[in-house]
């Protein structure tokens, strides 16, 4: 008789690939947790977990839990180098993901009525996401972040909570990838130069207030999503729509991007990482289409 793998064991690998996404910018952990039929099961863990059946809730998150950490972590070295050596590969392949992810949003709003309230919210989302990006060249947004991190203030443990539950909302809105807002507003690298044995102490620290801020952000954004998607989704995803088209222009306009010395490699691999990244997002949008099931487990 064949055996069926324990579902800690199985949770603990739908982790792993919900990991890949978080850290990955462009891919959505709420849409991988989607595809793996995981979605309905995590959010309600966590809009149950502050009752009398603590616990229980808290054990069917662990495995996810543990299965997304052992994800991250195996993915922080590779991701470093590549910004370091291959930026605009790496950037490149993230705007694949991105645009190759735009169909799963719109497959939301398809056949609803467009009124002028959502179409307006489309278009701040487009234009606030967009200017993240020009502000941060104008601004040189990403010298003062490193020099945040270099001299390590007080008040970058607030703004790195902060970061963190706003980046969260990856992890629960199909579609949208929290890292890939990270990316944008310049903070993705620096955290993951967090990860460096260099003031191990301090670095621990600021990464333990960034993890009490997504996770706090998870159980908020959980529960305010669930709320929005559920009475409001048209309108809903009329703004995501609006933000994550504005990324791709902040994706590349940004003050990262201005600041690098592009080798010719990195210039020539760049398109084609793009079309990988579009391929990878577009099956991904596919396998949603043709499994409809899946759709209804997030409404």
């Given at each position: 008789?064949?055996?069926?793998?324990?579902?800690?064991?199985?949770?603990?690998?739908?982790?792993?690939?919900?990991?890949?996404?978080?850290?990955i910018?462009?891919?959505s952990?709420?849409?991988?947790?989607?595809?793996?039929?995981?979605?309905?099961?995590?959010?309600?863990?966590?809009?149950?977990?502050f009752?009398?059946?603590?616990?229980?809730?808290?054990?069917?998150?662990?495995?996810?839990?543990?299965?997304?950490?052992?994800?991250?972590?195996?993915?922080?070295?590779?991701?470093?180098?590549?910004?370091?050596?291959?930026?605009?590969?790496?950037?490149?392949?993230?705007?694949g993901?991105?645009v190759?992810?735009?169909?799963?949003?719109?497959?939301?709003?398809?056949?609803?009525?467009?009124?002028?309230?959502?179409?307006?919210?489309?278009?701040?989302?487009?234009?606030?996401?967009?200017?993240?990006?020009?502000?941060?060249?104008?601004?040189?947004?990403?010298?003062?972040?490193?020099?945040?991190?270099?001299?390590?203030?007080?008040?970058l443990?607030f703004?790195?909570?902060?970061?963190?539950?706003?980046?969260?909302?990856?992890?629960?809105?199909?579609?949208?990838?929290?890292?890939?807002?990270?990316?944008?507003?310049?903070?993705?690298?620096?955290?993951?130069?967090?990860f460096?044995?260099?003031?191990?102490?301090r670095?621990?620290?600021?990464?333990?207030?960034?993890?009490?801020?997504?996770?706090?952000?998870?159980?908020?954004?959980?529960?305010?999503?669930?709320?929005?998607l559920?009475?409001?989704?048209?309108?809903?995803?009329?703004?995501i729509?609006?933000?994550?088209?504005?990324?791709?222009?902040?994706?590349?306009?940004?003050?990262?991007?201005?600041?690098?010395?592009?080798?010719?490699?990195?210039?020539?691999?760049?398109?084609?990482a793009?079309?990988?990244?579009?391929a990878?997002?577009?099956?991904?949008v596919?396998?949603?289409?043709?499994?409809?099931?899946?759709?209804?487990?997030?409404?």
């Amino acid at each position: 008789m064949k055996r069926k793998m324990p579902t800690a064991l199985k949770d603990g690998l739908k982790g792993l690939a919900i990991g890949t996404a978080i850290i990955i910018p462009g891919i959505s952990g709420g849409t991988i947790a989607l595809v793996l039929g995981a979605f309905k099961k995590i959010v309600n863990a966590v809009d149950n977990l502050f009752t009398k059946n603590f616990w229980k809730f808290l054990l069917v998150l662990i495995p996810f839990g543990i299965g997304a950490i052992i994800s991250v972590a195996g993915l922080i070295i590779p991701f470093q180098y590549a910004f370091k050596y291959c930026l605009l590969t790496i950037v490149c392949l993230f705007a694949g993901l991105i645009v190759g992810s735009i169909p799963n949003i719109t497959d939301n709003i398809k056949g609803q009525p467009h009124t002028k309230g959502k179409i307006i919210g489309f278009i701040i989302a487009l234009i606030l996401a967009g200017i993240i990006g020009v502000l941060s060249v104008i601004f040189k947004f990403g010298d003062t972040i490193s020099n945040l991190f270099n001299d390590v203030p007080v008040y970058l443990y607030f703004i790195l909570f902060g970061i963190g539950v706003i980046g969260a909302t990856g992890l629960i809105v199909p579609g949208f990838s929290g890292s890939m807002l990270l990316l944008v507003i310049g903070f993705y690298e620096p955290i993951l130069g967090l990860f460096s044995t260099n003031n191990l102490g301090r670095n621990i620290a600021l990464l333990a207030v960034f993890a009490v801020g997504v996770l706090v952000g998870f159980i908020i954004f959980s529960k305010i999503m669930n709320h929005f998607l559920t009475k409001h989704k048209n309108g809903t995803y009329h703004v995501i729509l609006g933000f994550v088209i504005g990324s791709i222009i902040s994706i590349f306009i940004n003050s990262n991007m201005f600041n690098y010395d592009y080798p010719l490699y990195d210039i020539i691999i760049g398109p084609f990482a793009f079309v990988i990244g579009l391929a990878i997002s577009l099956l991904f949008v596919k396998y949603v289409r043709n499994h409809p099931e899946l759709k209804d487990a997030e409404n």
